[in-house]
């Protein structure tokens, strides 16, 4: 399966009757495309701040209105998803707070959720169901051409509830796995410390590594830019790609989730001391030990579905 | 193009008579498939130490020979491959070093070079002409049934020929450089040391970083080891894969070229320190700076060729 092409589905009723998305970027315009696609809803309203983008979003036409304002977006939507940075989230609702309708479901696609819960829970509208969320569907691309309608298929979205217990929450909260799972997605409920936790391990350290090793290389004195990019099939190539990911996100991400990253990243920081250590005693049956045990991780996440079984260098080749 | 088809080749003369390639792993039998694919050598001969690879190498049929010793293989041989871990290359070129032709190369496609290359000097055959190899291409996979013709196509293989200018080593350069060629490889002339800083940057310390991230994750008490797999989209499953790799190469990887690696190594865990420390101190635009400069590598990667535009992603979705 590639591009919009779907699996034949059955459409169901339109779950909700009008959409707002609030920022048009590669998460946001997918959740719009699969949305429509599946006829998740009725309607669908986008809104970004940037206006460059607000135009691009009009030509790409994966929305029935483009909105000119975050407050006319939101009017009359009975779910609205903030597609941003995560810092930007939760001031935007905030700042929309008196526009939105009594009844409607408010979430965002995150990839922190601690920082974001604790700032959306700062929005006096008792009578809003509060659902922060995240999508885990990554990739190294953004903007609203990068958006896909199939990006979610397959893909665990979380979501981090508030510790509310009333039915209507529980019914929103019903209505929004819901239409996660009609855009293909499986849906899991999480506590939203833990989310940071596990997601720091398997996206934001992974980033930050990434990021890091793509740094080191670009500066160094002894080997050349040129040569790092030239013999980059050994293992760098993938590190470029993740690296290549939004810097106002990733930025977002590090600062919102500090703790959890810091604490993992100590963690990763200690382990790479003794690998470093093995290496200069010359513990060759120390480092085999590891290597060899990191190879079950991977069968893991094979067997897991989290990976076609085809590796992946086959595509990049022959061309 | 994928799997064992080729682009319609003029297939030229062979270029050498008899090609003996010692270790069926991934690498040797594509070499063997690669070079029986295009025409390089009338006959092919391969040995493995480990009997069961031989077996599986007879029933692949790759080569017109399985021999059943090294010797054996090398015996009448105008080109010797070895395509064994680092490690175990100059040690298994000494031992049949009596039974090589007069006149005929040794080459190897360890991923470290100045080690290899040391050892291989130490072969008391002035009549052979010993330029050592490297073709990178990388894969998690290893293994005889992992190996395919179209591996080096458009890929690198850098070679690190002997100070040597006698006007034989100058025409066996030229025609190993013609073999890798008529294989699909780029063939570039390097400096042992020099080869062995920039693999330490574009594919020893990713590996070694992979293998540390994976390991750290797997060692967690506050993140399930089922939880690491299960999320693993947003970035960790690119570091799986490369964890993935050949434990017995990469322990003789380190091993060998451990100044190299151990030098990149304090350079990258500087810049870790650095970055740790503005997410600490919450220095947002330090951390933007630094993910917008690693898009540009992105960008010099993908102009070069040694990536196609399209993301990676794409084919894993929808499963």
């Not at 509060?130 to 397959?154: K, W």
């Not at 989310?195 to 050349?224: F, K, Q, R």
């Not at 290549?244 to 977002?252: K, L, N, Q, T």
Request: proline share 5%.
């Amino acid at each position: 399966m590639s591009g919009d092409n779907l699996a034949p589905a059955r459409i169901p009723a339109p779950l909700y009757d009008r959409l707002a998305v609030i920022g048009c970027g590669m998460i946001g315009s997918s959740v719009a495309r699969a949305a429509r696609a599946r006829g998740a809803v009725r309607e669908i309203a986008v809104f970004d701040l940037d206006m460059a983008v607000r135009a691009r979003a009009e030509a790409l036409g994966f929305a029935n209105e483009v909105a000119a304002s975050m407050a006319d977006a939101v009017r009359g939507a009975d779910l609205v998803v903030f597609a941003a940075p995560p810092l930007s989230i939760a001031p935007a609702a905030l700042a929309v707070g008196e526009y939105l309708e009594p009844g409607a479901t408010l979430t965002d696609v995150g990839s922190v959720k601690t920082a974001v819960a604790e700032g959306l829970a700062q929005l006096e509208r008792p009578d809003v169901f509060v659902i922060p969320g995240h999508p885990i569907a990554g990739a190294e691309t953004s903007g609203p051409d990068a958006g896909r309608a199939n990006l979610f298929q397959g893909r665990w979205t979380i979501l981090t509830p508030q510790a509310r217990d009333d039915a209507g929450y529980a019914r929103a909260l019903g209505r929004l796995t819901a239409f996660w799972e009609t855009l293909g997605a499986n849906v899991e409920l999480m506590d939203a410390r833990h989310h940071d936790l596990v997601l720091a391990v398997t996206s934001h350290i992974p980033h930050l590594i990434a990021y890091n090793i793509v740094g080191t290389a670009a500066d160094l004195e002894t080997v050349t830019r040129g040569e790092v990019i030239k013999y980059s099939a050994g293992g760098f190539r993938d590190f470029t790609r993740i690296a290549a990911s939004d810097p106002v996100m990733w930025r977002d991400v590090f600062l919102a989730n500090k703790d959890a990253v810091l604490e993992i990243l100590g963690r990763f920081t200690e382990d790479l001391q003794a690998l470093s250590r093995a290496i200069r005693w010359g513990e060759g049956e120390k480092l085999q030990a590891l290597f060899t045990r990191t190879r079950e991780i991977r069968r893991g996440v094979i067997d897991a579905g989290q990976e076609t079984r085809e590796p992946n260098f086959g595509r990049e080749e022959g061309g």
